[in-house]
């Protein structure tokens, strides 16, 4: 008989192993109401969100009808609400524990759309779009990166904002944006003419002069609809611009924290490659044998689960930076390139652990090997948050 000890670990080495990898006990760190609240998000998510998604990832199409149950659970509200900042990580985590794409709209509809209206929004614009964010009932898109500027898009942004005399007219190119085919508005970044300051706009997606393509046959994140999307002389109102976002520094906390999502994301999703690594070993038979039980097996399954506990150590950490307002950009460069690194070496091994059917979508771990290589490259690729550690220790910057 299997006997559970207080750590949550099994005392049997030949039974069944604790169900859900928790093995640093990471949900007695928040407090009950919380905990309650992450167990059932986890739930619904396991339940009815893991394996339905996998035909959308499939033929690159939305799962539209998941987003009111993600609402009721209150996923749209996570940055806005009174959950701590551990739990907001913990979330994203469960959400990238079932899909890497799902999570992304979760965490730029939090962190970059949410967060900045919020924060840099006007009282109209708070009142025209944060109950309806919320619920999921409108999207928005963040339109930063461009086709010529990814890494240096800060400095070498070409999109252009002119005064008028009612307004601003929008020119200029995005390229990567995600949801830009079914957004509601657009968080368009954009250099003032006059200035040469790069300022924050709200582009309603049905204005003329706006066009979003959907970008096909993307390895990972195929759920996810990324677009190029053409502002063609876009005229708007006064009243889109976003009145706190005149600089582009002003955005600089909410760019910070969106690089902590990713690194939650990496975590999660490394749980992910493990319980699905782990349930696949434990039930295949080769040679007489569980797959389980060889060795080197189970030197890739301590590797994976321990980058995992590794990943939450630093997480929590930086959670706690976070919370007390002491958070500073080396430390989400360090979760977002760290919590990479090591979901990329933990879905390798878990897609060959898998052997054939570790290359078909179905059964999770290609999915999961593809969609790690999106989130090594987007949010500051691996190199560039590299190099903003690299800088942060030697005092010296090898870019701009
Ligand atoms: C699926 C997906 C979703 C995305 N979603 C969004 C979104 O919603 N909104 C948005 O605005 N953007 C989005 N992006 C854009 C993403 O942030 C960029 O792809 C990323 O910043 C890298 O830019 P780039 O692709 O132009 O690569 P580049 O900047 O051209 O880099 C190419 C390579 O050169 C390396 N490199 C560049 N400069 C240096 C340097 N100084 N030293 C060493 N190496 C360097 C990079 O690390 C990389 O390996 C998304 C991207 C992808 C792939």
Known sequence: MTTVESNGLIDNANQAPFPDADVLDVVSLLDPAEQEQLLKIRGHLQRNVRKQVIDYWNSEAFPFEMLPALGDLGLGELVVSNYSCLFRGLVYAEVARVDVSLCALVGIHNELIVGMIDQLG???????WLDKLRRFEAIGCFAMTEPDHGSDVAGGMETTATKTANGWVIHGEKR????GT??????VWARDTATDTVKGFLVPMDSPGVTANKISNKIGLRIMQNADIFFDHVEISDADALPGAAEFSAANDMLRNSRIWVGWQAYGAQLHTFDVARDYVLGRTQFGQPLAKFQLVQQDLAEMISNAMASFGLMQQVARL????R???VH???AKSTGSRMLRDSAAKARNMLG????????????IFTDAEIVHTYEGTYEINSLIVARAVTGMSSFV
């Open 122 to 128: 006007s009282d109209a614009q708070r009142a025209q």
């Open 176 to 179: 990567w944006i995600g949801g």
């Open 182 to 187: 079914f957004a509601d508005f657009a968080l």
């Open 322 to 325: 976070q919370a007390e307002g």
């Open 327 to 329: 958070v500073e950009m």
């Open 332 to 334: 989400a460069a360090m």
């Open 356 to 367: 054939g059917n570790g290359t078909v979508s179905t059964y999770e771990a290609a999915k």
